[in-house]
């Protein structure tokens, strides 16, 4: 079946400009992921959506991250005010949530975000 | 709190030769690990898990790693190196519903 899948694959952007990053999770996946990838900082959470209870957004690193998740399904990371350090790959995941607990975490190909 | 450490950042070996790919966790229960996969420009792909099943977990494209409690420890070893498995591969735990990544084994598999 269909993986998670990410778009735009890649994008650039002006400092200062507004960008967002969609994800289309695998159907069924209740759990939702964001991660990001840079360098110097590796793999890091950012926010979290499972079914309908309030997401965990402890990992955004500022008020210009935000996320949300339409309909159970989809979901977008919007970044405001782009930074040259939001630079990076931005990485959206999805599981089963089985008996309570978080099962296995698959990946999308990930959206390269270049802000110049 | 849980984390892992991947103990070498890169890791070069021969064609044909075993590989072993080092990973030390720390955890206060036994802790859901995983070894994840990333080929260049390409996502993140799921090699094996553990679960707290068998110690010995067996992956996709003839990896595998053993989970040894008394050593914090979950390797992840192949016999024979391809030159297809040049790759990023990442160790990771889970904490509650969180991917824990350690930094990242860069293999370069030389001819």
């Known amino acids: 079946g269909a993986g998670v899948s990410q778009s735009p694959s890649n994008k650039v952007t002006e400092k200062g400009k507004d960008v967002e990053l969609r994800c289309d999770p695998i159907s069924g996946h209740t759990a939702l992921y964001w991660y990001r990838q840079s360098l110097g900082q590796g793999l890091e959470f950012l926010i979290y959506?499972?079914?309908?209870?309030?997401?965990?957004k402890s990992g955004l690193p500022s008020d210009r991250f935000s996320a949300e998740r339409t309909g159970g399904s989809v979901s977008t990371l919007t970044i405001q005010r782009t930074q040259q350090e939001d630079s990076a790959v931005y990485l959206c995941a999805s599981s089963l949530v089985d008996r309570g607990r978080e099962e296995t975490q698959y990946f999308g190909p990930g959206t390269r975000l270049l802000v110049l | 709190a849980q984390s892992v450490t991947q103990l070498d950042s890169h890791v070069s070996v021969s064609e044909g030769t075993p590989v072993l790919l080092r990973c030390n966790y720390s955890?206060?229960?036994?802790?859901?690990l995983f070894w994840y996969v990333q080929h260049p420009n390409k996502g993140l792909q799921l090699l094996l898990k553990?679960?707290?099943?068998?110690?010995l977990v067996k992956g996709i494209n003839g990896f595998e790693a053993e989970f040894k409690k008394s050593e914090t420890s979950f390797h992840l070893t192949k016999p024979s190196a391809h030159m297809s498995d040049a790759a990023e591969y990442f160790c990771v735990v889970l904490r509650t519903y969180k991917y824990i990544f350690g930094t990242g084994t860069r293999l370069k598999v030389l001819a």
């Open positions: 553990y679960t707290s099943a068998a110690t």
């Open positions: 955890s206060s229960y036994s802790p859901s």
């Open positions: 959506f499972q079914g309908n209870s309030a997401p965990d």
